[in-house]
């Protein structure tokens, strides 16, 4: 293939590095250089503004409800609604999260955090929207920042300490999830310690607890203050210690290198570069901006082989159809409902180990549901799917279903501004060059220009092929 | 094999057999009707009750105190139970699963589960949709993985593994190849029959990223796929009755499936509602009368046929619940629970195993002594005779149901 223009080169870098671009972003970034366009995405926004649907001192966590409950402060039918509540407000934080993204605001940012919440994944069963809004803005806090700093404020968040049982481990009692899953999922990656490594980690993470009102607590009491001997050395070591023992392991380096080079640029890792950039990673103090820059400013980065390569996740899919043309919904249940038939439901991640993404994304089902997704959000066409129940009780709010049709709102008027100068001819070409990661080949443009209809005005025009293009195969790729 | 190899030598398997050429000429010819990989004309329906089905009061332990004390209000009473033997019986609303066992057509497996159980409904029903330990992580599933080892080397027919659903589970996810998600024939197909989808479905790009060729081909496999089973289901298959609920339907289709011939070897089917937490047994009542009347119709039918011993049904939760009730009339999640084995031509009218031992519980919970994975086992090595080892990644002793 040939070189890309720079036109393709801005279009691929927002589409990886953010959730797409709009028109205007395209044409404000063409008038710099491709340099500066990065150093500008990675150092956007250096004050973040905290997603927030809860304040702290008003959440009531199930327990807490339960307890009010008992001495008669809640009758039956109260302590229900609070629990509804509370899965509403869980609800709530997945919706204020997508706008946020879709806003175009920060996207790097933004982006970043979607990766981490794939890593650092943690479900919240729908009952404490407090936990889970502090691990959001951790994620989003640090997202660019040092991942020393993730690292230790992720593993103290009480949603991951309560997700992965750690009040639950305690001195002569210890359970080991937590340990594992920050050694196998977080850091080294499976085999790279041994089973021993796991269970005197654990005892060292003793006493890492949290507060109903959200707070890292460590309890002394409960912690094992004990020798023990972890990657061979031996010392009475507390959860900080191994924490720091694995950043210094330059394995935590290369693992999560592997994952991001996986996310952001093929899914298929080049051993040599990934080599390359965990040292620089790992030298740099495990600087991720730094990172994330000597990636988006590599000339390999922009090869053919690289571009199209992502399969767009579902909720990439969703942000970066709202972003692009500027959607808001009506409700917000079919949001819900998109991401729960894709399968990506922020914040219900399936496990631990996070989304699987690339080619899991796709079947049968899903890859129809996604090509007919423009026609849901901009045409109003009749929904006729419907997910699967999970059988959670708990999860019924989210199961509800979207709606036959999805009610939403199209900036097309700055969208169309954008080709007011575009041939009718030509028309077909520069939307694609805007949407897709590839040129349109000679017989899908002849199948792409069929669907228009003589005498079709502009406006109209620009709104048929829109839905087209995004409805092609391409379209899920960046 | 361990996991790590395990998963190691999946993955290698991907890379190989995207590079299987012509896979698309292959499909065409296949769909031509040259020849149809061999399957040995078993067929297997799985039906996974979600959310946590209440084993202790779906097979009643009716003669063990321990259950009537630590269910006061919601124990199936003994003069209601319909027993199967001097231990155990169904609830009272499964009477048509009493007349299929009556019949000799039902197996009860007793205290099915796995190590380390997991009482999240999603992480369990991923252990039991995967088929992994509980602290390994797959992402494919043992019916996918079976589709990848049924088509390996030949045609890529995601056919040949239905769920009966809009949406597919990780259950049928392979490697190389996904199963087909269809509510029914006519349904699929005209989700396929856009002007836009079935012309795109034509079109084999080569010369980009392997991401586009992937989904070109899921697009052609899917469009026909869903054109070969609507064109087979058009003729006349079942005419019985069914009830019509979600579940009756559902097996309906199935059976028009089976009876037209579609060349499928594996059906999976859900239900949901099984979170009993409160006021169980209402709900339960309902849900447990749903699935015994759609189920006996099944089979009713089946025999009418004369297929009722080469179709096997097998129905699993994801967990069972806790032995004592809750204070809302309801159980909470537990561990252990029971699995039936129906048609297939099994030796008829059997208990397989031990009933629970409600003394000898593991946290509250019951104690399993099989492995959900022996019963896997079994139903691919025996049953569907394919090779267990490769698409559960290791040996499980199989349970002696033949």
Redesign the interface.
Known sequence: MNKQTKQQQLRYLFARAGFGATPAELTEASRSTLRKVVRQLVNNGTSVVGLRVVEPEENRTKRQLKGMFRPGQLDKEMLREQIRNNAQKVRDLNLQWLDQMASGQDALREKMALFWHGHFAC?T?GRNPLFMQQYANTLRQHALGNFRDLLMAVSKEPAMLQFLNNQQNRKNAPNENFA?EVMELFTLG??KYSEYDIKEAARAFTGWQFTPEGQFVFRAQVHDEGEKKIFGKTGAFNGEDVIAMLLENPQTARFVTAKIYRSFVNETEDEKRVDQLADQFYKSGYDIAGLMETIFTADWFYEA???????KSPVELLVGLRHTLGVQFDQPQPQIFVQR?L?QLLF?P????GW?GG??W???????FR??LPNYVLKAAEV??????????NTQLLARKGGATFHTKVNWDDFEKAFVKTTDAGLPDALAALLLP?PL?P??RV?VE??TKPGQSRSEQVRTLTA?LM????Y??T | MNRRNFLKQSAFTTAGTMLIPHFLKAYEAQMMGQGLAASNGKILVVVQLSGGNDGLNTVVPYRNDIYYRERPTIAIRPEKVLTLNDEIGLHPAMTPLKALYDEGLVTVVNNVGYPNPDRSHFRSMDIWQTASDSDAYLRTGWVGRYLDAACAGKAQQPFRTIEVDDTLSLAMKGNNLNGLAMLDPKKLYNQTRGNLVTNLSKEHPTNEPETVSYLYKTLAATVSSAEYVFNKAKVPGTNATYPNAELGNRLKTVSQLIQVGVDTSVYYVSISGFDTHINQPGQQERLLGQYAEAVGAFMTDLKAAGRQNDVMLMTFSEFGRRVKQNASNGTDHGTANNVFLIGGGLPAKRVLNEAPNLSKLTDGDLTYSVDFRQIYATLLHDYLGVDDVAILGRKFNGVKIV
């Not at chain 1, 082989?305 to 399969?311: D, L, Q, V």
């Open positions: 479900r069963m594992r499976r085999g082989k690289n571009i199209g390569a992502h399969i038939t399968g219900y399936p496990n631990v180990a699987p080619k899991n796709i079947d049968s089902s899903s890859l129809l090509m007919q006729t799917v419907q997910p699967k129940e999970d059988g959670d009780v590839f080949r017989d899908q199948l069929k669907q087209v409805s092609l195969p391409e899920q790729l």
